[in-house]
């Protein structure tokens, strides 16, 4: 990862060609990956306290190492005694020029505190190890009584969350668990979404989980596929068009709610992902769902644009994009979203539902592109979400007329959506 692969195609490789591991091995190797990345400018600004900045360290391993023996001693509270085993492996699988003398004075060196920060966006990005700029941009956009909460969320290792299908079954599903030794509850943002308790992985060897009762799904993204209802009304029988369908998440939604009368026609630019989805729509036996090329927009009573975006929400699932990421890429992508929703809309039939999604929690992807759309376009007008969600689901989820599902409020990642009506004819 450090030599440029993304996280989880680098972790996903490596576990691949590990034998040996078990389950537990293997959960605890793709934690420390995610941890290690998540927490990289804190743990880096300790190992240049101690002497040892990543620079200066020849191989990418022994800057993995030295972050690791920082991880298990500041996140961990785990001292030599526990470190120097874990990291006293075999030089053929693990290169290195650092000596364990000098890991151990990693560990057991008093660590000097650090010189305070300028400014506060600093001291947070410090904290959280985000990038200085990222935060900047964050604290124009928030109060400072979001923001701690928001970093703190996306600075941890996020929960597994899931969709109980169909729609409507949630205290059904929720007994069957506890009956097969599953702790699990309800989280009130979304109607259908839970949270196991427990942090084995159980769940996934339950009845529930095998009959596709239960769908790995995070609440915001459940909250987009809320939004994408009529007002008061169910969605059966629609026709829907999931136009950046992604791996199928909120593909499988949305026929859920359509059902067997309705219909869901599913596209994306990247074949690999579509194929995912194609895959888990044949999982899932739902026949509603079709893969036209291309899409019939104008046939669609819903058409929902979840835009490739920045996914500065999901960063806690993704900590190296935070690493990645440059303001120059944010306007980038607020081209490509512009383009797109102007490319869709254009196809829209009169009095269709056009939802904008994204999973940034950066305005400039979110409230600003639909707000420049709605300037040049008369015929659309913004719907707000609180008519779809409910006072009291809109208290957690909503800003404004918008979705906005901010952890830790909303919990798992940061989302956004809009409801844009094109006016009827006549």
Not at 247 to 276: C, H, I, M, N, P
Request: proline share 8%; with cysteine.
């Amino acid at each position: 990862m450090l030599r440029g692969e993304p996280l989880k195609a680098a972790l996903a490789n490596a576990l691949r060609d590990a034998d040996g591991l078990g389950g537990q091995e293997r959960r605890f190797a793709a934690l420390v990956v995610r941890e290690l990345s998540r927490h990289q400018r804190l743990l880096d600004l300790a190992a240049r306290t101690l002497g040892h900045p990543p620079g200066k360290l020849g191989l990418t391993e022994d800057q993995a190492l030295v972050r690791y023996a920082l991880w298990r001693r500041l996140f961990c509270g785990e001292g030599w005694t526990r470190i120097g085993p874990e990291v006293r492996l075999p030089g053929p699988v693990r290169p290195r020029t650092l000596k364990d003398d000098v890991l151990q004075k990693v560990v057991e060196s008093p660590l000097p505190e650090p010189s305070l920060p300028d400014t506060r966006a600093e001291w947070l990005a410090i904290r959280y190890s985000f990038p200085t700029w990222l935060v900047t941009k964050l604290t124009e956009a928030y109060p400072e009584s979001v923001m701690e909460g928001l970093l703190a969320s996306l600075d941890e290792d996020p929960g597994l969350h899931f969709r109980v299908r169909p729609p409507g079954t949630r205290d059904a599903v929720l007994a069957a668990l506890a009956e097969e030794g599953v702790a699990a509850e309800a989280v009130p943002a979304a109607p259908d979404a839970v949270r196991v308790v427990d942090s084995s992985h159980r769940v996934f060897e339950t009845r529930v989980m095998k009959t596709g009762r239960l769908q790995v799904q995070d609440v915001g993204s459940q909250l987009i596929s809320e939004v994408c209802r009529p007002v008061g009304g169910s969605m059966a029988g629609l026709t829907v068009a999931d136009v950046c369908a992604g791996a199928g998440g909120k593909t499988l939604a949305l026929a859920d709610f359509v059902g067997a009368t309705g219909r869901v026609v599913a596209g994306d630019r990247s074949r690999r992902r579509l194929a995912e989805a194609r895959e888990r729509v044949r999982h899932f036996s739902l026949r509603q769902v079709a893969f036209p090329h291309p899409l019939p927009l104008s046939d669609a009573d819903v058409l929902l644009i979840d835009a490739p975006c920045s996914g500065t929400g999901s960063l806690a699932r993704e900590p190296d994009q935070k690493w990645k990421l440059t303001a120059q890429e944010i306007s980038k992508f607020q081209t490509t979203q512009s383009e797109l929703l102007e490319e869709v809309a254009r196809q829209a039939r009169p009095g269709a539902l056009v939802v904008y999604a994204t999973c940034s929690v950066l305005p400039e992807e979110d409230e600003v592109v639909v707000e420049a759309f709605l300037a040049k376009h008369p015929e659309f007008t913004l719907e707000p979400v609180v008519d779809v969600l409910g006072v009291e689901r809109a208290a957690l989820a909503a800003q404004g007329p918008y979705l906005k599902a901010l952890p830790p409020r909303v919990p798992g990642g940061g989302f956004f959506a809009a409801r844009l009506r094109r006016a009827p004819q006549g």
